[in-house]
Each structure stands twice: as structure tokens, then as C-alpha cells.
């Protein structure tokens, strides 16, 4: 490829050793998709033309001021990777083997596969995930059907894009919540204020019901995130996968301003709570609160797989 592709359309310079693996030269192979933050392609051994699950991938920054999104994204991992419990859940995040000292790329050790369809296992795998977040602290933010994948045996379900992620503050005897929350939300533990990233569409019902109050003339808009933020997230785009309804209209709310997009989308899950098929398991994680019983919770999911 030319100096001119990879300076304008990827912001890194071809002296940049990401072609140099165990002293193997790999060239970018093919294009797997592309978001507002990054490019992202498979990688592939030079004059080898296998198609090698296990080849790596790699994610490319697109703008200059998305590297420190990169350099989180490489914090919060190696944060993980420290902690006691990494090798039992490993399986379920994707493992970076380089990173640009700058931000400027993340390489991923292997390919993964977007979910086709989601498997019981794969929502235990997920719960199993977001419990080791809350157990180290660590809120990912943007838990949404495009961040969940498989392996491309489709053995594990892996969550991605820790970018927006971070290591929160929570205290579990702090029972003082967001603003405007609900009686029934008021003591699950929550985090000091931050400005808001991640996910709007699947966010936490509580979130949007905050965001869609605060007055269009402030620049910056904040949150103080629930300890268990990230599982609500994963029970709406696990509805996402189970309901034709919200994938046929959830994906098409296209506005900038966010106080509408997030009253939009609490129109949406509000309608979705009133199911019966799904009514139990957000009044089941409403109710428990801070003290999450998982097993109940899979309990549930688990009757609609059935």
C-alpha cells in the first residue's frame, strides 16, 4: 500500500513496526469494518493466502483525536490482565498482542466473528464478563450488540471496545444516585459525575431517563454510572438479538443531539418492559439492586432460549 493510504487514511507511517510479528512481515489483508473511531483489518502472513482465524487483527485510528480513546483502551485491558481472576475469564475479552506507543493502532492477537445468533452459553459467558468488571471496578460504558463477538469457533462470546471504559469509584455504601432517579433505582451504588460516553441506545433505563432531562444548553453533559450500568446494557442488547422490533427500529434513531435521541430511545424500551416475555428480567434487575444474584438472573434469561 502507499505512503499516501496509510498517512491520510490511517495516521500511521509505514516504518511503523506493526508488520513485524515474532520476525514474521504480515500485510493487511482485508478491510473487517469501520465506526467513527477506528478502520479495522485482518492481518495476514506475507505471500500467504490462508484464510487463518488465528491471524491478528488490526484497529486503526481514523482521527488524531481518538488516540487517547486507544490509550484507555490499552490501560483498562492491562488493568484487567493484572488482576487475580484474568485467566478465568480471558477467553471472554479479546487479547491485544501491540500498541502504538501514541494511540495510533491497537493489534488484536486473532479474529473474531460478529454474532449471527446468540446461544445461552454466549449470554452466560456475557454475565460471567460484566460480574468480573464490577469485581475489579471497571465500567465499560459501551456494551452494545456491535462490541459483543464470538471466536470463530463460536466457543466464547467476547466483549470489545473498552475505549470509553474506566476504573470507577463506587462505593457500595454510597446510596446517593443520579439526579433524577427513580425510588426504585435509589440505592444502587453509582459513581462521582463524569461526562458521558459510550452507548446511548442501550444504555441503562435510568440513564436515559437523566440525559433526555438535562437542559440543551449545557456542552457537557454528565452521569454518575451504576455500579452494575454495564449489565443493563447487555440485557438491552440481548434483547436486541431476541426482538426483530428493536433491531428494526432502535438502530434507525439518527439524531445528534442526545437528550432526543436518548427520549427516543426510552420510548422504545419503555414499550419493550410492558412484554411479558422480558417484563421479569428488568423488573428482576431493578429489583436486586446492588446485590446481584447472577444465577437468578440466568435463570431467567434462560427461558428465552427455550
Known sequence: MSYKFYESQLIIHPTDKIMIINNDEYILKRKLGQGLTSIVYSMIKKNDNRDDFKFPVLKLCTNKAFQKIYLNEKNILSTLKESSNYTKFSHHIAEIENVHVDGKYIQFKECLNPIKT??????????????????????????????????????????????????????????????????????????????????????????????????????????????????ACLLNSIVYHHNDHIKS?????????????????????????????????????????????????????KLLFE
Open 118 to 231: 446468540l446461544k445461552i452459553n454466549h449470554v452466560y459467558d456475557l454475565i460471567d464478563c460484566i460480574a468480573y468488571l464490577v469485581d475489579t471496578n471497571i465500567i465499560h460504558r459501551d456494551v452494545r450488540p456491535e462490541n459483543i463477538m464470538v471466536s470463530y469457533d463460536e466457543k466464547y462470546a467476547k466483549l470489545i471496545d473498552f475505549g470509553f471504559a474506566f476504573v470507577s469509584n463506587v462505593d457500595d455504601n454510597d446510596n446517593d444516585h443520579t439526579a433524577a432517579a427513580d425510588d426504585d433505582d435509589d440505592d444502587k451504588s453509582s459513581t462521582t459525575a463524569i461526562p458521558i460516553a459510550g452507548t446511548i441506545h442501550f444504555g441503562l433505563y435510568n440513564f436515559l431517563k437523566t440525559v433526555r432531562m438535562i437542559p440543551r444548553i449545557f456542552l457537557v453533559i454528565e452521569y454518575k454510572y451504576e455500579k452494575w450500568y454495564d449489565l
Open 249 to 301: 427500529t432502535i438502530v434507525y434513531i439518527k439524531t445528534d443531539l442526545i437528550q432526543e435521541k436518548a427520549n427516543r430511545c426510552l420510548d422504545i424500551w419503555a414499550e419493550i418492559r410492558k412484554n411479558e416475555q422480558y417484563k421479569k428480567i428488568f423488573e428482576m434487575f431493578e429489583s436486586m439492586n446492588k446485590n446481584m444474584d447472577i444465577i437468578k438472573l440466568k435463570n431467567v434469561l
